[in-house]
């Protein structure tokens, strides 16, 4: 059964189609053409790409290293009301053990699907990380980098291990950022006091870019450009941006705009509290308190955010001045050519996965498609 999608403009690669139609059959796209003469009824105002979020530590009440059962599924759901069609659900540093219980749930739910946002593979942030930059790590459960300890997640997660974070200063950073390339695992560099020369021998040796740039690192400075002066002038480096305003000043997020705005994938980092109302939560088993969205530690600082996808998009927009098409693509196609699955998500055309999202033109989310099935909102 061919299902038929019209939109008075319809975002691709190359750029906005207006009054075009999409054709799905059994989950994929199937053509993308104009809408024939005299049909006058749109399905949406802009039919776009549903977002991918790379990095997620939980939300509406839900932590990624909860052992519920449904804690996944409630999840997924969650990330589906604000536009994500795929996630990486993201443990944080915390005893071994919980750790790898993180990674066999996240492989059960790949595996065998559920409702809403596709699950997509395993985000390991952490323990691999220095103390200088932790956030909100507890720096007496880092752990030294071991090859043999690196193929036991890997084996554990059932090989749906996608990305792995650490600091490229590490004794074998190098080493362990190879070894993880040949396996098929993409490396982010963060929560480290890497110098300019350390980040850019970790690009040398394979890493793919820099977890949420400019927190948990070493920052720019005109005689030592540090692991931000890395990822900005690297043509290789991915990087990650949490648009909140609050993480990254505008001007900072303007400036990765300038040097890297086709490598910026725009990520939520969201925590237990997103979609919640203000109160105490709990981050890498610490207790953390939301005011007016914003969650900090004891200590003042960041814990995670409570961002959405969709109101990244939109600050970007806002705040930096960039196209909303542009902004868009840091949500849906750059985060599928970091993790590599371009070829099938990420954008709309014919042959890949008809997962779409309808917004208007204020970029605020109406519907959601995932592989073509339309999602209650």
Same mark, same amino acid.
């Given at each position: 059964? #061919? +299902?038929?999608?019209r939109?008075r403009?319809? &975002?691709?690669?190359?750029?906005w189609?207006d009054d075009h139609?999409?054709?799905?059959e059994e989950?994929?796209?199937?053509?993308i053409e104009?809408?024939?003469?005299?049909i006058?009824?749109?399905?949406?105002e802009?039919?776009c790409p549903?977002?991918?979020?790379?990095?997620v530590?939980?939300?509406a009440g839900?932590?990624?290293?909860?052992?519920e059962?449904?804690a996944?599924?409630?999840?997924a759901?969650?990330?589906a009301r604000?536009?994500v069609?795929?996630w990486l659900?993201?443990?944080? #540093?915390a005893?071994?053990?919980m750790?790898?219980r993180a990674?066999e749930?996240?492989?059960?739910?790949?595996?065998?699907g559920?409702?809403?946002?596709q699950?997509?593979?395993s985000?390991l942030e952490g323990p691999?990380?220095t103390p200088q930059?932790?956030g909100?790590?507890p720096?007496?459960?880092f752990r030294?980098?071991?090859l043999?300890?690196?193929?036991?997640l890997?084996?554990i997660s059932r +090989?749906?291990?996608?990305?792995?974070a650490?600091a490229p200063?590490?004794?074998?950073?190098?080493?362990?950022?190879r070894?993880?390339r040949q396996q098929?695992?993409r490396?982010?560099?963060g929560?480290?006091a890497?110098?300019?020369?350390q980040? !850019?021998a970790?690009?040398?040796a394979?890493a793919?870019?820099?977890?949420h740039c400019?927190?948990?690192m070493?920052?720019?400075?005109?005689r030592?450009?540090?692991?931000?002066?890395?990822? &900005?002038?690297?043509p290789?480096a991915?990087l990650e941006?949490i648009?909140?305003g609050?993480?990254?000043h505008?001007?900072?997020?303007?400036?990765c705009?300038c040097c890297?705005k086709?490598?910026?994938?725009?990520i939520?980092d969201?925590m !237990?509290?997103?979609?919640m109302?203000d109160g105490n939560?709990t981050l890498c088993?610490?207790?953390v308190d939301?005011?007016?969205?914003?969650?900090?530690?004891?200590?003042g600082?960041?814990?995670?955010?409570?961002l959405?996808v969709d109101a990244?998009?939109?600050n970007?927009?806002?705040?930096?001045?960039?196209?909303?098409?542009?902004?868009?693509?840091?949500?849906s196609?750059?985060?599928a050519r970091l993790?590599?699955?371009?070829?099938h998500v990420?954008s709309?055309?014919?042959?890949?996965r008809?997962s779409m999202?309808a917004?208007?033109g204020?970029l605020h989310?109406? +519907?959601?498609w995932?592989?073509? !099935?339309l999602?209650?909102?």
């Amino acid at each position: 059964m #061919t +299902q038929v999608l019209r939109a008075r403009r319809l &975002l691709t690669e190359q750029g906005w189609l207006d009054d075009h139609q999409l054709r799905v059959e059994e989950g994929v796209i199937t053509a993308i053409e104009p809408i024939a003469a005299g049909i006058t009824v749109r399905d949406a105002e802009l039919l776009c790409p549903a977002y991918i979020d790379t990095h997620v530590h939980g939300g509406a009440g839900v932590d990624v290293m909860d052992d519920e059962p449904d804690a996944l599924d409630r999840l997924a759901m969650h990330k589906a009301r604000e536009g994500v069609a795929g996630w990486l659900p993201t443990t944080v #540093t915390a005893p071994l053990k919980m750790i790898h219980r993180a990674l066999e749930r996240i492989a059960q739910r790949c595996h065998s699907g559920g409702p809403g946002a596709q699950v997509l593979g395993s985000y390991l942030e952490g323990p691999y990380f220095t103390p200088q930059n932790k956030g909100a790590h507890p720096p007496e459960l880092f752990r030294e980098l071991d090859l043999t300890e690196l193929d036991e997640l890997i084996a554990i997660s059932r +090989q749906t291990l996608r990305v792995v974070a650490l600091a490229p200063e590490k004794p074998g950073a190098l080493q362990a950022i190879r070894h993880l390339r040949q396996q098929g695992v993409r490396v982010m560099l963060g929560h480290s006091a890497a110098s300019w020369a350390q980040t !850019q021998a970790a690009f040398d040796a394979g890493a793919n870019g820099l977890v949420h740039c400019y927190n948990g690192m070493t920052g720019l400075h005109h005689r030592e450009p540090g692991m931000v002066g890395a990822g &900005l002038t690297d043509p290789r480096a991915w990087l990650e941006l949490i648009a909140d305003g609050h993480h990254v000043h505008p001007a900072a997020m303007k400036l990765c705009c300038c040097c890297a705005k086709e490598r910026l994938v725009l990520i939520t980092d969201a925590m !237990q509290a997103a979609g919640m109302p203000d109160g105490n939560y709990t981050l890498c088993g610490e207790k953390v308190d939301m005011h007016d969205g914003i969650v900090r530690t004891a200590s003042g600082g960041l814990a995670g955010s409570t961002l959405s996808v969709d109101a990244a998009v939109r600050n970007m927009v806002e705040l930096t001045g960039i196209a909303p098409e542009e902004a868009i693509h840091m949500a849906s196609l750059h985060p599928a050519r970091l993790l590599g699955i371009d070829n099938h998500v990420g954008s709309l055309a014919p042959g890949k996965r008809a997962s779409m999202i309808a917004l208007d033109g204020g970029l605020h989310l109406q +519907q959601i498609w995932i592989q073509g !099935q339309l999602l209650p909102l």
